[in-house]
């Protein structure tokens, strides 16, 4: 077990709807990074929040976006849902100082969009 | 192009081998080298980093960098079926915009 919690584990929705996937960060993190796992395309970056704030931001579309609250959990929200957007989502933390090159990833959310 | 390079494999192996895992990249800024192994179904787990050039070890496991030909391997010693699984190699560039990038992995298979 990494820590690191997502939920929910699976998500089916239709196309055009809008989902928001959730993480919790390992105690002590203060790093949050999300990724999109498709079979085609491997892990794709799409966003990375520090402490609160977006830190560096990857291939993220636009009908997609993220946050960082005070308690450090993140969301990432997916809206106007389309086909391609079925994929698993990761979220990963990474330890504070000296260490951002360590990632602890969650279990994914599975995301099916129909 | 792909900044970072994988063969996807499969690579099916007895037993007992050796693993020659490997990855090129194209972009001088990456510094840090990293290895995950990915089971199917699960999340990425962290095996191995380093952050020069020259050789890692721990225990079955040895990363190797040349950062000279932008070229990283993983080798397992000793296969084990229990190191079926998808090996993916990552790298971070820390100069100008920052990237934490994967390669699209490769599924191993070790045969018992």
């Known amino acids: 077990d990494s820590g690191v919690t997502q939920t929910p584990k699976h998500l089916i929705t239709a196309t055009g709807q809008r989902v928001t996937l959730r993480c919790s960060p390992r105690?002590?993190?203060?790093?949050v990074y999300w990724y999109q796992q498709s079979l085609d395309q491997g892990l794709q970056f799409l966003i990375q929040?520090?402490?609160?704030?977006?830190?560096a931001k990857g291939n993220i579309l636009e009908r997609f976006s993220a946050q960082q609250f005070p308690d450090l959990h993140s969301e990432l929200n997916l809206s106007s849902l389309e086909l391609g957007d079925s994929a698993l989502y990761f979220c990963?933390?990474?330890?504070?100082?000296?260490?951002?090159?360590?990632?602890?990833f969650g279990s994914g959310t599975q995301l099916s969009v129909l | 192009q792909k900044e970072v390079e994988q063969d996807p494999g499969p690579l099916s192996v007895p037993e007992g081998a050796i693993v020659s895992l490997n990855c090129t990249y194209s972009?001088?800024?990456?510094?840090?080298f990293m290895w995950y192994r990915q089971y199917s179904r699960k999340g990425p787990e962290l095996l191995m980093y380093?952050?020069?050039?020259g050789n890692k070890e721990d225990g079955r496991f040895t990363a190797q960098v040349d950062k000279s030909s932008k070229y990283i391997s993983l080798f397992i010693r000793d296969s084990q079926p229990s190191d079926s699984a998808t090996y993916l190699c990552a790298m971070i560039a820390t100069s100008g915009t920052y990237k934490y990038i994967f390669g699209t992995g490769t599924r191993l298979k070790v045969l018992a």
């Open positions: 929040y520090y402490n609160g704030e977006e830190r």
């Open positions: 105690s002590g993190d203060l790093s």
């Open positions: 972009n001088s800024a990456f510094q840090y």
């Open positions: 380093t952050y020069s050039s």
């Open positions: 990963a933390s990474s330890p504070p100082q000296g260490g951002a090159e360590k990632l602890f």
